[in-house]
């Protein structure tokens, strides 16, 4: 088991074009997860939940207790209606990820009773709750800081309006007009903290103002910061102050080495000339992936009011682009089932078990902006390790040529479909082809489907040791259909 920590500097995968030279003969395909089931791992199935579990939260291994934890958000809007809290953030445990044990945690009091499994909002505290998910700092040198949970939240300044649960949209709408001009750098990113994951203790400062309020809190194992990604406050002032209907949400960043000092929040992308005028960028999960980040990006087509999954990649951090021809990575289910309008995946990175990705997400029925109240559930879908994207070729084969790469370690391993054909691979270096790493000399992949194939070369089966922490090129070559998905140099094999 790896967990959700997928840093791995010497794994490249072909999101893009960056360390590609060229391609002749593939085409790059984003590949999509399968539901492990039909129906939802996790249901509104407690009184104080409602009718609406959602992901806007964190599935997290926890090495140390073997287990998956799931912070996740209910809404039960006709508790809030007649109590003025409804909205929570509860907690579950699994050892498959697939059934979820939801304990009674005796924390906090829900209509005269603490037997249920909500962590937050603890006692005396009564905020709005918007979470950004949850983050297990294991550098983290006091130990009642251990997790930390970022969420939106709109605080009340002394002549400040508050919205209260009666009212409509358009009394909502008119009061916010005022209430963004008061509350400018009162709301944003503020943030709680858990020695456990279950006892938390919220801290009054603003760590991320001006933010919207879907956003994503994670770390990045590979700069060592914390990111917290969120829609521009000034879009959301163009809409309720300037009333200008066709503005349209992006995605902003901000970025903190210790989680007290946050960069200004600043787009890193957004809709552009290749998307439907309407379309908008609702929320992204970003993440460390081998060398790369990966962006889950929850859309919204504002033509149908769907909400399906697009990936984003970037090398750094202010220069994002969209994957392949924007094919969506997770479409919502079909019309009529439980995720049929919607899909959005949890604030964090997949999990890695065996050879298998593991990923959360959230799906409803209800299309976004339906009156009423609306139902949602969690479901859980899997995809093959490392296999977000494919370069494809057909029967007649195709070559590719990287970007000189360093070596990391003297293993090579390929993740590939070769089911009729052979692929192989030789090292280009300094212009030249070192003797004994030709094509002619490469053990290959042959008529197989393998998410780790060691490429020796030779009978000796030499590897890549003669030219560790050296910068060469790899050429791959193969005379069948084929789909390359990756390819890394290390030590060992990667566990």
Known sequence: ???????????????????????????????????????????????????????????????????????????????????????????????????????????????????????????????????????????????????????????????????????????????????????????????????????????????????????????????????????????LMDHFILEWKQYRRVIALSSSEDFIHWTPLRTIIKPDDFDDPRDQLYVMAPFVYGNQYIGFIGMLHSATELGPVQLATARHLDHWQRVGRREEFLPVGSPGTWDGAWSSLSSNPPALVGDTLYMWYSGRPQAHGTEGNSTSSIGLVTLGKDRFVALRCGIGGGELMTEPIEVIGPRLGVNATCLFGHLQVRVIAEASVPEGFDFDSCNGLARGDETDCEITWGQERRDLTPFVGQNIRLHFRTDNATSLYAYRTGDNPRV
Request: aromatic share 12%.
């Open 1 to 235: 088991m790896q967990g959700n920590n997928l840093y791995d500097p010497g794994l490249h995968l072909f999101l893009d074009d960056v360390e590609v030279q060229d391609h002749p003969g593939f085409v790059r395909k984003v590949q999509r997860p399968e539901r492990v089931r039909t129906e939802p791992v996790l249901k509104p199935d407690r009184p104080w939940e409602g009718e609406a579990v959602q992901l806007w939260g964190s599935v997290l291994y926890d090495d140390d207790e073997n287990c998956f934890k799931m912070w996740y958000y209910s809404s039960n809007n006709d508790l809030y209606e007649r109590t003025g809290q409804g909205h929570f953030m509860c907690y579950a445990t699994s050892k498959d990820g697939i059934a979820w044990e939801k304990p009674e945690l005796g924390i906090v009091t829900c209509e005269g009773s603490r037997a249920n499994n909500i962590v937050y909002p603890p006692p005396g505290v009564h905020y709005g709750l918007d979470p950004w998910g949850v983050v297990k700092d294991l550098q983290e040198p006091d130990p009642s800081k251990r997790y930390k949970m970022g969420m939106y939240q709109q605080r009340p300044t002394a002549d400040a309006p508050q919205e209260t649960p009666t009212m409509d949209r358009q009394a909502r709408n008119a009061l916010r007009k005022v209430l963004f001009d008061k509350i400018r750098d009162h709301h944003g990113m503020y943030a709680a903290f858990s020695p456990d994951g279950i006892h938390w203790q919220l801290d009054d400062r603003n760590y991320v103002p001006r933010s919207g309020d879907a956003g994503a809190l994670v770390y990045d194992p590979m700069q060592r910061r914390y990111l917290a990604t969120s829609r521009r406050y000034e879009t």
